[in-house]
């Protein structure tokens, strides 16, 4: 029952979206860490990916309501920060996500997620998000997001 | 807190879009790590951001400094980041479990913004006369508020021998060679070392703090409680 239970909030926490890059959830993008039984409740664990990530607050709010939702109560949601949250926990399926929405996954040599070129260049480390920088591709000059190494 | 505040001052202003983005992603990377350091420090990090005097702040005057020209923040980032981000590497192996978790995530932030402010002073020291004569002009002036940055009084002493806190002078050296190593290729001269203003640590802050905080701190002081 304990491990059932788990396994449920679990489902429920992951589906949850990351606000600032809905098309991937939290539990892709990494930011869930654990969720741990206590009593006929559970306590959800997630990391910020940058120490002023803002959309901390948010996420907390919506894991509590998915929980909610899926009748698994009490819950609690709290930031941990060790391990240091690294953009190696993407795994391939969230990278391939990234790059149909236009966003170059992390690491590697950068190509365009419009044309596929490998002919890019840096136009600013920071993005319109913490976790991006802005890229431009020299074959068709599109200027793209691109997820940044950290 | 007080630096991510002076670089949010320029939301809105900034030379160019990229780096209104940037200033203002830096911005908040340390108004994030100001707030993970007030939760270790007590459970009520708004009173510690909104409800404390000017002389209650500790914080290095170097970053109270007020933005002057685009030079003048570009400098001070810089001389900051030099030291904050070997500093925080050194704190990741602090004795204090919490203060070392908040080191991981912010050495990571701080090495994008030293390696951005100084880029950002070597294009300007090595551009045009009028931008190297503004940048040199920022060195100088910033430069007296260098050495608080290696200034150890008891507390800090106490917790360097806890193995709480980062030994600041071996982190001199370090800082010595980016500093070094940045200004020669922005073609700027290194200041010599002459009287170093101190007093931040302290509570006695330059006169730029105070007018600082007023702003920051005005709507919580004139709405208690409010939520926003």
């Not at chain 1, 589906?15 to 409740?41: M, N, S, Y």
């Not at chain 2, 420090?41 to 290095?60: C, F, I, S, V, W």
């Amino acid at each position: 029952m304990v491990s059932d239970l788990r396994a449920r909030a679990w489902e429920a926490a992951a589906a949850v979206p990351d606000p600032e890059l809905p098309v991937l959830t939290i539990a892709e993008l990494g930011v869930l860490r654990d969720v741990r039984v206590e009593g006929a409740g559970v306590e959800v664990l997630i990391t910020p990916t940058y120490s002023g990530c803002p959309a901390m607050a948010m996420i907390a709010l919506d894991v509590q309501a998915a929980l909610d939702r899926a009748g698994i109560v009490p819950a609690r949601v709290r930031m941990v920060l060790s391990p240091a949250w690294t953009s190696d926990w993407l795994g391939a399926a969230a990278r391939e996500k990234l790059a149909a929405a236009g966003i170059a996954p992390p690491g590697g040599a950068v190509a365009c997620p419009r044309c596929g070129s490998g002919e890019t260049e840096l136009l600013s480390a920071f993005g319109s998000t913490a976790c991006k920088a802005i890229r431009r591709c020299r074959a068709c000059r599109e200027p793209f997001d691109a997820f940044k190494c950290h | 807190l007080v630096l991510g505040h002076r670089l949010s001052e320029w939301c809105g202003r900034a030379p160019m879009l990229e780096e209104e983005l940037a200033l203002a992603n830096i911005a908040l990377d340390l108004i994030g790590q100001a707030r993970l350091l007030y939760a270790q420090a007590g459970p009520d990090e708004d009173a510690l951001a909104y409800l404390r005097d000017d002389r209650a702040y500790r914080n290095l005057l170097l970053v109270e400094q007020p933005n002057g020209d685009f030079a003048h923040s570009i400098a001070r980032l810089f001389l900051y980041a030099a030291f904050a981000d070997p500093w925080w590497r050194a704190m990741t192996r602090s004795s204090d479990p919490g203060l070392a978790a908040i080191a991981g995530k912010a050495e990571k932030e701080t090495a994008y913004h030293l390696r951005h402010a100084g880029d950002w002073l070597v294009r300007l020291g090595d551009g045009t006369a009028e931008s190297h004569a503004r940048a040199q002009a920022a060195v100088d002036a910033l430069w007296p508020y260098t050495g608080e940055m290696f200034a150890v009084d008891a507390a800090e002493q106490a917790m360097i021998d806890a193995a709480i806190g980062a030994d600041l002078a071996a982190l001199r050296p370090g800082w010595e060679a980016t500093v070094a190593r940045v200004l020669a290729e922005a073609t700027l001269a290194r200041p010599a070392d002459g009287w170093m203003q101190r007093g931040g640590r302290s509570g006695a802050h330059s006169e730029h703090l105070g007018p600082m905080l007023a702003v920051m701190q005005h709507l919580p002081r004139s709405h208690p409680g409010a939520k926003w």
